[in-house]
């Protein structure tokens, strides 16, 4: 069993940043790797970052690429998403995922909401 709690989502202006954490528990939790999904009212789930806790490989959403930083602490065994210049588009639920080596998705955090502003 694997459990995971996001946070740090909110309120921001256009132009600004956010830091979203997935705090990862559970004995195989280090067999996954975690993925960033978002989801905006009306719109189909976006994969849009994936790192494995054992590599160093990231791979980001090409609507991301430049300005959102996926990273990990395994000592606090936490999955960061550093998002810069955000822009109203990214407004959306933010969830992270814990997926196997084939991509399926055994467990689901909660989601923390992204809103930018205008």
């Known amino acids: 069993q694997v459990q995971l709690v996001e946070s740090g989502g909110g309120l921001v202006q256009a132009g600004g940043s956010l830091r979203l954490s997935c705090a990862a528990s559970?004995?195989?939790?280090?067999?996954?790797?975690i993925e960033w999904f978002r989801q905006a009212p009306g719109k189909e789930r976006e994969l849009v970052a994936t790192?494995?806790?054992?590599?160093?490989?990231?791979y980001y959403a090409d609507s991301v690429k430049g300005r959102f930083t996926i990273s990990k602490d395994n000592a606090k065994n936490t999955v960061y998403l550093q998002m810069n210049s955000l822009n109203p588009e990214d407004t959306a639920l933010y969830s992270c995922?814990?997926?196997?080596?084939?991509?399926?998705?055994?467990?689901w955090g909660q989601g923390t909401q992204v809103t930018v502003s205008s």
């Open positions: 790192i494995a806790w054992s590599g160093v490989h990231a």
């Open positions: 559970g004995r195989s939790a280090s067999r996954y790797t």
């Open positions: 995922a814990a997926a196997t080596q084939y991509g399926t998705v055994d467990y």
